[in-house]
């Protein structure tokens, strides 16, 4: 099993930047891949962007592509995601997870605990 805790949320306003961190933990030498989604109430968790352990390629949602950019610091076993020209419509509960393949964000293997994002008009 990963333990994954995220960080780095909280308030910020329209066209502002915020990075979220994430950290692993637990039965890291079985990471294939991570993720980021992020949810907000009434509505499904919706995919923001996943990126390979090894090689580092990233992909990204269109709704936030050019704007978000994914990284990874193997040694220290963190995920980053680094959120510029932020928008209102950005807010939502971001979830940091591994993923069972980077060719299928769908499968998810582990989740952490959420950090909220809010982002002011």
């Known amino acids: 099993q990963v333990q994954l805790v995220e960080s780095g949320g909280g308030l910020v306003q329209a066209g502002g930047s915020l990075r979220l961190s994430c950290a692993a933990s637990?039965?890291?030498?079985?990471?294939?891949?991570m993720g980021w989604f992020r949810q907000v109430p009434g509505k499904e968790r919706e995919f923001v962007g996943a990126?390979?352990?090894?090689?580092?390629?990233?992909k990204y949602a269109d709704s936030v592509k050019g704007r978000f950019t994914m990284s990874r610091d193997n040694a220290k076993k963190m995920v980053y995601l680094q959120m510029n020209s932020l928008k209102p419509e950005d807010t939502a509960l971001y979830y940091c997870?591994?993923?069972?393949?980077?060719?299928?964000?769908?499968?998810?293997?582990?989740w952490g605990q959420g950090t909220q994002v809010t982002v002011s008009s």
């Open positions: 637990g039965r890291t030498f079985s990471i294939t891949a």
């Open positions: 997870a591994a993923l069972q393949y980077y060719s299928d964000p769908g499968l998810v293997g582990s």
């Open positions: 990126i390979s352990w090894s090689g580092g390629s990233t």
